[in-house]
């Protein structure tokens, strides 16, 4: 067999073993959940974006490996003198072919997920409810509409488009719900906007993914730094929050 | 030891000086934050006289006569040597040294988080063990690789006697011990408690050790610049006779680019800190929001440094593992003028990507789709590296060495880090997974399974050239795999904390994460205690190994053709380059010619 037909056929065994990774990922990826369950409509677009660009990095882990793999079994040489391999400097097609590829993966998951996903979590600047959410070391302070102040549940209507309002008054937090899978940073003197719009009914006890977790370093308290989340009907929120109302007056009373 | 313990007092003295003169004139306590920069200054000036700058060079500035230090043998690396192999060595040792001490902070962060729930740390005691972990692990990976490889190999590879500027190399070295003595003696004024990244307001307002982070870091800084400029300059004007730039080998490229980020963006971060300083010491309030300051003017001034220090950290590494890729595939290097581009391409976007950390800080929204584009870009330079690695073993004739099968190792890693930065550069991805456990299991994929990984098989490649004996191969090997093996127990499992929802920086968390938290643990003390190994075999192999000669490898480019370790001055004539360093196969190619032309006087 002469050199070229050599190369010819390596190319094709690692093709196949190529494929074959692929395969075989693939799968485990359709076949496992790995993503938390989703208890809102952005949990939906971020986890569309992750799976995506899961499916395509894929193939292109698969392709390291392949290489690593059949260069380590075939090309290995079994004397340990100092032959050499044949003096190939470079290979203008596979250069080129290596760029175009890699520029249009890129440019790919640049348009999906990249601006699609972008574009989907602005498409809405409606709410039908806003709360203000203050971070503070180390709690967080949720305002609602009727002048409620919460510390110790989030408790939020399903199926509604909610805005949280966040701020900070001494150094950064972040709000984060991993179960709805948005985040933003409490600055102090800034006003920063999310999103949520939940779409599951559920409590913190049962998945501790619905907690409002600090997710930006803010000292001592900070792992410890969690707001219990539950979603319920809108009805059922409705009353929950006029009876904060209630729970609260009695208290400001005793101290007037 | 003379310069070392006269380095010592001097400064002590020094600092104790500047403390107490701080107090005779405001008044306030020694450990007061201004008390404690005055002190640092002070020290350090007098630690830099110390060790030989007074002795060596600064007694020039005053007509008098300079005292160069003549020790030789071991003595000469406690001393202000100029010679850039010595001063790599110091590099490599130092820097290994800092790796081991903070990986076995990373065993006792570990050991706190095997189990939920809060063990046998402090919150606040786990909050200042990451950050001492993380700032530790950050500087060597800046330094380690650039600052022991660049000042060893850099000139041997062009062809060059030593250093541009011998005596700024060894201050770039002597600067170092002051970083580590400041950073670790923190915990004695409370600490810091802000990450390596010592974000605003908090490190505004958190104890005085982090103004010893502020002090030591901008030392490094200082460090860093002095380096990238020595290592420009060389590069650029002390090529031997025909080494010309398209000639260059690979790690001196990898080198070059790195120093020149290094150059460019370290002063943003030293900027930063001292405004953070001001906003502690003199009641300014660039950070402080009450005040009409912005805490996120911090951020973007941090990452406009942090970002391309990830490249400072892995253009070096990149050059390393292709060098050994090459040498031991015993082929030319594939594609070596793409790869060349993808270090520019890399030196280019590196720049202009910072904003990729800050998707959910809070800034202007209209930036996030332009840096979701550019850093999604960077993926094509990165991927001409890739390129040239995996062309370059393809057809090859691989010779079954340590460096080797940890450059398998790396390219896996690298791989799996390569890719895990997509989801962090898609802003909406992003959104769920900054700030949690994905982060810290990519950025090590990328930094350890990097950079680190450089660090180790470079130290086994060029060992038989420093030290003039083999290390064990077959001890070697088993380190290898158990490094990588290892290396890959530990972080896989935390790709999935994160994206299941466990924040990082913390000491304690819902049991619901038990189970990776409890595998990663077991799994770090297993990859801990394979470094007994590495350090075992090497310092074993550095006294009692067999004499390895001067090119174990029979490898082309200069550093080979020296004897094992190269002679003082490296080159008694110098070589004249007339060929490519990679022209392995090429029937009758010759990278130097050893009958060597001009410039022999000494
Ligand atoms: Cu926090
Ligand atoms: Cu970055």
């Not at chain 1, 037909?5 to 990774?21: E, H």
């Not at chain 1, 290995?76 to 250069?95: F, H, L, M, Q």
């Amino acid at each position: 067999m002469n050199e070229r037909g050599g190369y010819k056929q390596d190319a094709i065994r690692v093709g196949l073993l190529w494929l074959g990774l692929v395969v075989v990922l693939e799968a485990v990826w359709f076949a496992t959940e790995i993503l938390p369950r989703q208890y809102a409509e952005e949990a939906k677009i971020i986890d569309d974006a992750f799976n995506l660009l899961t499916i395509l990095g894929i193939p292109v882990f698969s392709f390291v490996v392949a290489m690593l793999i059949y260069s380590a079994f075939r090309f290995r040489s079994r004397n340990d003198a100092s032959e050499d391999g044949p003096p190939i400097k470079t290979s203008k097609p596979v250069v080129v072919t290596w760029l175009v590829v890699t520029s249009a993966l890129a440019l790919a998951i640049l348009i999906n997920p990249g601006l699609v996903g972008l574009a989907e979590l602005r498409a809405n600047p409606e709410a039908d409810l806003v709360l203000e959410v203050e971070g503070q070391r180390w709690q967080w302070v949720v305002t609602y509409p009727n002048g409620a102040e919460v510390r110790d549940e989030l408790v939020l209507p399903v199926d509604t488009r909610i805005r949280f309002d966040v701020t900070s008054v001494d150094v950064l937090h972040s709000f984060w719900v991993p179960g709805f899978r948005t985040k933003i940073d409490a600055v102090p003197g800034l006003v920063t906007s999310v999103y949520v719009t939940p779409t599951e009914l559920g409590t913190f006890t049962d998945d501790v993914n619905l907690r409002l977790q600090c997710a930006e370093l803010c000292g001592i308290g900070h792992a410890r730094m969690v707001m219990p989340v539950r979603v319920v009907e809108k009805a059922e929120f409705e009353s929950w929050m006029a009876e904060q109302l209630t729970a609260e007056a009695p208290a400001a009373e005793g101290r007037g | 030891m003379r310069p070392l313990i006269r380095a010592v007092v001097l400064g002590l003295v020094g600092y104790v000086a500047g403390a107490w003169l701080t107090v005779a004139v405001r008044g306030g306590s020694p450990s007061d934050d201004v008390a404690v920069v005055f002190g640092f200054i002070l020290g350090l000036i007098g630690w830099l006289m110390g060790i030989g700058v007074w002795n060596a060079w600064a007694r020039e500035w005053f007509g008098l006569p300079a005292k160069p230090d003549q020790a030789t043998g071991w003595k000469r690396y406690f001393t202000f040597n100029t010679d850039h192999k010595v001063i790599g060595i110091q590099y490599l040792v130092t820097f290994i040294a800092i790796l081991l001490l903070g990986g076995a902070m990373a065993l006792v962060m570990r050991m706190e988080l095997a189990r939920p729930g809060q063990d046998f740390l402090t919150l606040d005691a786990y909050n200042k063990l990451m950050s001492m972990h993380g700032i530790l692990m950050v500087a060597t990976a800046v330094a380690g690789v650039l600052g022991a490889f660049g000042n060893y190999l850099v000139p041997l590879m062009i062809g060059a006697r030593d250093m541009a500027f011998p005596r700024v190399n060894a201050l770039s070295f002597w600067l170092i011990p002051p970083v580590a003595i400041g950073l670790l003696s923190a915990p004695l004024l409370g600490s810091f408690d802000t990450g390596w990244t010592a974000y605003p307001p908090l490190s505004v307002v958190n104890q005085g050790g982090q103004v010893l982070f502020i002090l030591a870091v901008t030392t490094f800084g200082l460090s860093s610049i002095l380096g990238g400029l020595n290592i420009v300059t060389t590069v650029a004007t002390m090529r031997a006779p025909g080494m010309t730039w398209g000639r260059l080998p690979i790690f001196v490229w990898g080198a070059f680019c790195a120093s020149i980020l290094s150059l460019l963006v370290t002063q943003f971060f030293a900027a930063s800190l001292i405004l953070i300083l001001l906003d502690r010491v003199a009641g300014t309030t660039f950070f402080g929001a009450a005040a009409g300051g912005d805490p996120l003017l911090y951020q973007h001034m941090f990452w406009f440094y942090s970002h391309p220090a990830v490249y400072i950290m892995v253009l070096p590494a990149f050059g390393v593992m292709l060098e050994i890729i090459t040498h031991l595939a015993r082929k030319p290097l594939f594609a070596y003028k793409a790869v060349v581009a993808g270090f520019w391409g890399i030196v280019g976007l590196s720049t202009i990507v910072w904003a990729h950390h800050m998707f959910t800080s809070g800034m202007a929204e209209q930036l996030h789709a332009p840096f979701m584009a550019l850093t999604e870009a960077i993926s094509i330079p990165t991927g001409l590296v890739f390129l040239g690695a995996l062309g370059t073993l393809w057809q090859g004739k691989l010779q079954s060495k340590t460096p080797l099968w940890l450059a398998f190792g790396w390219l896996f890693n690298f791989a799996i880090g390569g890719i895990t930065g997509i989801y962090l550069a898609d802003v909406a991805t992003d959104i769920h997974l900054q700030d949690t456990y994905f982060v810290v299991a990519h950025f090590h994929y990328t930094i350890v399974g990097g950079t680190i990984f450089a660090l180790i098989a470079g130290s086994y490649f060029w060992f038989p050239k420093i030290t003039g004996r083999m290390y064990n191969e077959r001890l070697g090997k088993i380190f290898a795999v158990w490094l990588t093996v290892g290396f890959n127990l530990v972080f896989i499992p935390l790709f999935w904390l994160g994206v299941n929802g466990l924040n990082r920086r913390v000491a304690d968390y819902p049991e619901f994460y038990a189970g990776p938290n409890a595998f990663a643990s077991v799994a770090a003390y297993i990859l801990g205690a394979g470094f007994l190994l590495y350090a075992g075999n090497l310092l074993w192999s550095a006294r009692r190994g067999p004499a390895a000669g001067p090119n174990p490898w029979n490898a082309r480019t200069l550093e080979w053709q020296l004897p094992s370790p190269p002679p003082e001055h490296n080159f008694p004539l110098l070589p004249e380059v007339v060929g490519h360093p990679y022209d392995y196969g090429v029937p009758g190619s010759v990278h130097a010619a050893q009958e060597a032309a001009e410039g022999g006087e000494e």
